[in-house]
């Protein structure tokens, strides 16, 4: 019997590798230089449509800077009338009123704005340009007025750990659908010199769980793939159930989703199972992105939990939590290696 591949859930999809801004935590190590070879319109269209013939996933159109690149609204259009969620990832500095009626035009359903601390002076640090804490406000006030629903993303680092609580009061404040917080992975300019330790990365995961079960808005940990076993933990130690929602922007499946339910797309038409595991699984200019998705030798890899090597393997949690691999890979040089990041220890290798 032959069993047929799912389709991808989430497609992150970053149009250019463009931005305006210098992000010391930047995964693509992204300039306002444009990389040559990046996908025209036409073969941005042609993507879309290869996708749409198996499947229908959020389609996240990221960057670099994705508002810097001309076609973004038609492309955003086509996307929402070949049937997928279209929504949008930016830093929010170049947002205007006008932006937001043709992104609303085009279809985009929600857009994220990272604000990465609680105050300008965190946040333009991170972004390695004055200014840009005030302007991502002001994209926010915009999108606001526009009534274009959007949400915060904090990537979380030594850098502001401490005002994540604060960022989250003012995600609310600001009038938030959602507030997502993304643990740094060390790869384009993130370095493992700004990741949080694993202690505390487990004590903010264990704050995270006790917000969400009180959340006025949504709450989601990304690339945090322990919380998954924290929230099994915690909610067997409390006896309550877990209610886990599997469709849609609140869709809280499993820990690792790369090359399961998502994967990245570069702005050049490669294919990885995240923004941040530097693996090629092949490019869509050279191979169908149903032949890529279906049978890369990475994506195969990281859908059999038995795969999975040192105390990722031995967990009972292996199944819903997977472990970050990019971190492993990033430590290691393989990607099925252990999280480097997890201090939990497996029922297996107690004795």
Known sequence: MITMMKAPRLIAWELTAGCNLSCVHCRGSSTSEVPAGEL???????????????????????????????????????????????????????????????????????????????????????RGVPGAFERALAGIAVLRAGGLPFQVNTTISKRNLEEVPDTYELAKELGAAAYHVFFLVPTGRGSDSDEVSPAEYERVLNWFYDMQKEAEIQLKATCAPHYFRIMRQRAKKEGIEISVKTHGYEAMTKGCLGGTGFCFVSSVGEVYPCGYLPVLAGNIKEQPFREIWEDAEVFKKLRDPDELKGKCGDCEYKKVCGGCRARAYAATGDYLEEEPYCIYRPRKNDT
């Open 40 to 126: 025209t319109t036409e073969e941005a269209k042609h993507f879309i449509d290869e996708v749409a013939e198996f499947g229908k996933p959020i389609l996240i159109l990221s960057g670099g800077e994705p508002l810097t690149r001309p076609d973004v609204f038609e492309i955003a259009r086509y996307g929402t009338d070949s049937g997928f969620r279209v929504v949008l990832a930016t830093n929010g500095t170049l947002l205007t009123p006008e932006i937001v009626e043709k992104l609303k035009a085009a279809g985009v359903q929600r857009v994220s704005i990272s604000l990465d601390g609680a105050n300008a002076k965190t946040h333009d640090e991170f």
